[in-house]
């Protein structure tokens, strides 16, 4: 199985502030087809997860620009700009490239 | 709205078996598979595996093949979930969702809002 390995574990960030999220991935994520299946999930304290990013930088409907995703092949970033206090909980990327699909272990955004 | 409505808690015995269900409103139930995704308590998401509602066609993850099994009633635009030989290793959160399409491909777009299952004696 492909495994995703998200760094860092967990960020303290300051309101306003600048976060990035990093997701490493075992095997290339570029599917035969030449599409990059990476997507980017928020799961908010007890609630469950919610798309914000898919296919490595694409904005899911609703989602405002302060979130950016970028990277390619096995390296994949997500940055949240502006650190509002709706931005804190758990992100999660996940492949959809190889099956089984996999998630990575998480990192906690929690305000400094 | 597209919505996904799951069942509640439910308290099992090692051994026995469960049954959950999602039930899908605000879109056409038939045309989107149903992904199935499991969180243990604290813990990290395993994709478990997906149902196209139309078909009948699944596919599972190898980790969950023989635990779990995938069934939908297009009747009532709901999916099911049945996890077998319960053990406490199977102690979590289940989530199902849609995959939704974008103009980019699919995606899982919508969550049902988690089913809790405890094992224990």
């Known amino acids: 199985d492909v495994v995703l390995t998200q760094t860092p574990v967990s960020l303290l960030i300051s309101l306003g502030g600048q976060a990035s999220i990093s997701c490493r991935s075992s095997?290339?994520?570029?599917?035969?087809?030449?599409?990059?299946?990476l997507h980017w999930y928020l799961q908010k304290p007890g609630q469950s997860p919610q798309l914000l990013i898919y296919?490595?930088?694409n904005r899911f409907s609703g989602i405002p620009d302060r979130f950016s995703g970028s990277g390619s092949g096995t390296d994949f970033t997500l940055k949240i700009s502006r650190v509002e206090p709706e931005d804190l909980g758990v992100y999660y990327c996940?492949?959809?490239?190889?099956?089984?699909?996999?998630f990575g272990a998480g990192t906690k955004l929690e305000l400094k | 709205q597209v919505q996904l409505q799951q069942s509640g808690a439910e308290l099992v015995k090692p051994g026995s078996s469960v049954k959950m269900s999602c039930k899908a409103s605000?879109?056409?139930?038939?045309?989107?598979?149903i992904y199935w995704i499991k969180q243990r308590p604290g813990q990290g998401l395993e994709w478990i595996g997906r149902?196209?509602?139309?078909?009948?066609?699944?596919n599972y993850n190898e980790k969950f093949k023989g635990k779990a099994t995938f069934t939908v009633d297009k009747s009532s635009s709901t999916a099911y979930m049945q996890l077998s030989s319960l053990t406490p290793e199977d102690t979590a959160v289940y989530y199902c969702a849609r995959d939704g399409y974008t103009p980019l491909g699919y995606v899982m777009d919508a969550w049902g809002q988690g089913a809790s299952v405890t094992v224990s004696s």
């Open positions: 149902i196209g509602p139309g078909s009948g066609d699944t």
């Open positions: 605000g879109y056409t139930f038939t045309s989107y598979y």
């Open positions: 296919q490595v930088s």
């Open positions: 996940l492949q959809r490239t190889h099956n089984p699909y996999t």
């Open positions: 095997q290339s994520l570029v599917h035969s087809n030449g599409n990059t299946y």
